[in-house]
């Protein structure tokens, strides 16, 4: 049975300024979650705030980091380490913020912000500690910029630069492709199950490597190609604040390609696109486009712009594109409740 680790959904209301909440689930030891953006995130349990391990801005206008403050009074009394990343100088700005209020009763806190600073070319690390009231912004490293930037055994997380007056980034969680066995073809061979189906499915052989089963060698790269199937894995894609000429257009798409899932703004209509190269946002029709090119299976519009009394105009301008298209699922809100 095919697993499952990403469960995205949007936080707070449709025309709320936004975050994307992914669930990490089905992985061992605690469960995670990934929060792409810090918008008001005001509804989101505690619970949910104490799972986030990986935070990834788009960049640092004030409507993608108002919930930032929550986000660290949720965590303070935790012992861990939460990853922040997006474009530079994003450590100074949260540095800065974080000087900004009194610490003198958090000695004993083992809570840690880990900042990567996002350049064209190279990324920078740095560390904040709680216990040092936050006074300290310690260098970690600096690595070559690369895709993905992260990854673990279940899935990768990849960026894009997108153009905004400044630097904003578009983020890509996509679960690892997984490899399962066509039992037709197994049993039309007349193969055994056993545990060099293991090493087919990880790929874990070299070329000319042969197996012998029940007296036939068998060469396990003919096998490979003959038993193994590839199951695509789960890709969600989010998309904010940018423009799209021509080139941005054929790199996002190609970011975005075959997204399960894909969130993109829709500030404008394009009967508005002065406005939204004005001001470095996307039209509805734009989005469409790229949903269609990219052949995503189900787009999401967020962020829109306020100057329409209902998205609904904004929503219908896409679909006329690209049908498979909705506003996200809200989910139900909940308090803050949480005391430090
Ligand atoms: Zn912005």
Redesign the pocket.
């Known amino acids: 049975m095919k697993m499952n680790y990403l469960y995205p959904r949007i936080v707070g209301k449709i025309n709320d300024d936004h975050s994307l909440y992914i669930d990490v689930k089905n992985i061992p030891g605690k469960n995670q979650a990934v929060l792409i953006d810090c918008g008001n995130n005001s509804t989101l349990a505690v619970k949910d705030f104490i799972k986030i391990s990986t935070v990834l801005i788009s960049?640092a206008?004030i409507d993608?980091l108002i919930g930032f403050d929550n986000l660290i009074r949720m965590n303070l009394r935790e012992e861990k380490r939460i990853r922040i990343i997006g474009p530079a100088p994003l450590s100074t700005l949260l540095h800065h913020r974080l000087r900004g209020y009194t610490w003198n009763l958090v000695s004993g806190s083992k809570f840690e912000l880990e900042i990567w600073d996002i350049f064209p070319r190279i990324i920078k690390k740095f560390l904040l500690r709680c216990c040092e009231k936050f006074a300290k912004k310690h260098f970690l490293e600096k690595i070559s910029s690369h895709n993905p930037l992260f990854s673990n055994k279940w899935y990768e997380c990849s960026y894009i630069i997108l153009e905004?007056g400044i630097p904003s980034i578009g983020y890509s969680l996509k679960e690892h492709d997984q490899m399962k066995v066509d039992k037709n073809q197994l049993s039309a061979l007349m193969l055994p199950e056993g545990k060099w189906i293991q090493k087919l499915k990880t790929g874990d052989f070299s070329s000319g490597e042969s197996i012998i089963i029940d007296g036939t060698t068998w060469n396990f790269k003919n096998l490979h190609e003959h038993l193994i199937t590839i199951s695509p894995g789960f890709k969600v894609c989010y998309i904010t604040?940018t423009i799209c000429n021509k080139r941005l257009h054929k790199q996002i798409v190609r970011f975005i390609q075959g997204a399960h899932q894909f969130y993109c703004e829709s500030s404008f209509l394009n009967k508005d696109a002065a406005l939204a190269e004005k001001y470095y946002h996307l039209t509805a029709e734009q989005v469409g486009h790229l949903a269609k090119d990219a052949h995503v299976e189900r787009l999401y519009l967020i962020h829109f712009s306020q100057r329409y009394t209902s998205p609904d105009v904004l929503l219908a301008e896409a679909k006329k594109v690209f049908s498979n298209t909705s506003f996200p699922h809200v989910p139900r809100h909940s308090r803050i409740t949480r005391k430090v």
Do not use: E, F
């Open positions: 960049h206008h993608h905004h604040d």
